[in-house]
């Protein structure tokens, strides 16, 4: 694959970044969700690429999506698309911290065909190789990671959803004093953060979405982190639409590998400030991005803050 990609990945998610950004705190998600969707499906039908989404928006949000299926591009490289253009709907119509505009690329087939339903994940960074696993309980992971870093279970950090569903982790957690953030929403973000020196995140846990799941594992596979997860089904219905997506062991624990193969590129913008990248900041005339992009093939991971002056970019004064 062309590792120019990485560069007009980058435009993809600052395009949605920008335009999604203007709706922050201002109370309505599904309006900055569609903002987001405009901007990325625009940018990337205007690629020399033939791209096919295999994993597409959250159906539960009934937002604007990007479908599975749904073609893009002019033409040219055929590559299967991940993507989120506003992980964090609820994150960005709140004001708050984490969310993100994100996508990730691979060759044909290079994605895991994960439903929209719910996947238990575990993401470390490269130190939880050998060390955790999803069968063990969250503070045995707490203390194996800790051991694997040669650092004190009380200095890690681990990022769970705060949901009821998660309470023993957490109660396990805290009995072994390792450090918590709990997150109302947007768990990519900080699974990609384990990967970064220095972020102060060092593990996800926990049941989120199976798509985002997918997402996560692009990035895990360009920092050579650790990931495992498994789909949680609620119903016989979710079992179904699982098979009729082509996965037949309903109980498979997937690595990262496993749910992105082949040479992967990731790119996540920030709308609101987080622990990987910064929000939109406006001025007058124009907007700085900071964006993440990652190649698995060379394990690059570049930060690019950007400038955008919409005089030059007519798409970025669109009504709002």
Not at 43 to 56: A, F, K, P, R, S
Not at 165 to 173: G, N, S, V, Y
Not at 278 to 283: I, L, M, P, S
Request: aromatic content about 6%.
């Amino acid at each position: 694959m062309n590792r120019g990609i990485a560069l007009e990945m980058a435009r993809i998610t600052e395009a949605a970044a920008v335009m999604s950004g203007r709706w922050v705190g201002r109370g309505n998600k599904l309006a900055a969700d569609a903002a987001a969707t405009t901007a990325m499906r625009d940018t990337l039908n205007g690629m020399e690429i033939d791209g096919t989404v295999v994993i597409g928006e959250g159906e539960m949000d009934e937002a604007p999506m990007l479908y599975i299926g749904e073609r893009l591009g002019l033409g040219g490289l055929k590559l299967d698309i991940a993507v989120d253009p506003l992980e964090g709907t609820t994150i960005c119509a709140n004001g708050t911290n984490g969310a993100i505009a994100t996508i990730a690329m691979a060759p044909p087939g290079g994605f895991l065909h994960a439903p929209d339903m719910y996947m238990d994940k575990i993401i470390t960074g490269p130190a939880g190789h050998g060390a955790v696993d999803i069968s063990k309980s969250a503070g045995e992971n707490a203390l194996l990671l800790a051991r694997s870093k040669g650092c004190d279970v009380r200095d890690l950090t681990i990022v769970l959803l705060n949901r009821p569903r998660h309470k023993k982790a957490i109660d396990e957690l805290r009995n072994v004093g390792s450090r918590i953030q709990l997150i109302e929403d947007g768990d990519v973000a900080p699974a990609v953060a384990t990967g970064i020196e220095g972020s102060g995140i060092d593990m996800v846990l926990g049941i989120g979405g199976a798509p985002e799941g997918v997402l996560t594992a692009a990035a895990v596979r360009c920092f050579g982190g650790f990931m495992q997860g498994r789909l949680v089904f609620t119903s016989d219905e979710e079992k179904d639409r699982a098979r009729s997506m082509g996965i037949d062991a309903l109980d498979q624990t997937y690595s990262a590998d496993e749910l992105a193969k082949g040479e992967v590129f990731f790119a996540a913008t920030g709308v609101t400030n987080g622990d990987l990248v910064r929000g939109v900041r406006y001025f007058a005339g124009g907007a700085r991005t900071h964006t993440v992009v990652m190649r698995s093939a060379s394990r690059t991971i570049r930060f690019i803050e950007t400038l955008h002056y919409f005089d030059y970019k007519p798409g970025y004064t669109a009504e709002a």
